[in-house]
């Protein structure tokens, strides 16, 4: 068993990956709605301490992106500067063991990473590798000029586990440029075991690796829609509560909660994606504790939900439907306030409304209505 608190990770994405095209560093690319870097860290989310290395200029953008869920180092001049900030900043510390990790590899996998992880109880230092099985050639001007020799050829992949004081020190006696770290390992004379990569764990390079990589994860990718539809009466009050917005008005919404009817509509949209009923089965209205509720509470527990099965909200369109009070000029805050309990991006809310051109119980302003459509994607 590995010992996840004395492993820490470290994640290095400082570079600007102009290969891959796009316009921005490639890390920072969205494959299927999360971007390169945000899977790679994701997939040691069983290990506790992960120090992502970024580039100086991206450092609010990780703040943005991660929160404190890793720590944040800024990277060198080159690699080599990067990773060795890094693990800098865990020397001294508990931690006995490091596995870096390529941040352009998103989809390295649980049995890669426990094999490393395992290898080193009994080598300095352990990477994952595939022999080399195409035949090799040289060439020059567009033409073959040989073939090379491919027994004992390997391809290296991430991540590369050393214990920390090992290759800290290898890293301290080796200053210049090297291809990965355990080029500076064997510089410091440490013994490398090899283990079984796998093809899965592609580096993202070039600009076709990205549509590859939609491709890997459009076999797996799971997309659900789901809606919802809720109303509440008026009754005599003096404001209403609309996506979490509180807004004068000559009357109030009656309900066993605070009556957020856009906001339930919201929420029951995510419940029925996710084929979990609707809000009066996860808070029985029945239940005195729900009195007066603020309908986050609802909310961030269907968001959570999804969230826990795996589930990103890919967008959230909302219509609000009544004659009074106006809703347009409050739409914006409305929808950052269902990014900010949803823990979204505020471009993937919508909030918008219309009457019912005084026609029905909208039209006859006896209540208001609201209905959501939302997509969840697994991916
Ligand atoms: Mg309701």
Redesign the pocket.
Known sequence: MTDTAATAIVIVAAGRGSRAGGGEPKQWRRIAGRSVLARAVAAFAQFPRIVVVLHPDDMLRGVAEFGGRVTLVAGGESRTGSVRNALESLAGGDIARVLIHDGARPFVSPAVIARVAAALDHADAAAPALAVTDALWTGAAGRVTGVAERAGLWRAQTPQGFRLDAILAAYRAHPGPAADDVEIARAAGLDVAIVEGEEENIKITWPGDFARAERMLGKAMDIRTGNGF???AFTAGDHVTLCGVRLPHEKALL?H?D???AM?ALTDAIYGALAEGD?GRHFPPSDPQWKGAASEIFLAHAAGLARQRGYALSNADVTIICERPKIGPHAIDMARELARITGSGADRISVKATTSERLGFTGREEGIAALATVTLVRA
């Open positions: 809720d109303v509440h309900g909660s009556a957020d009817v339930h809000i």
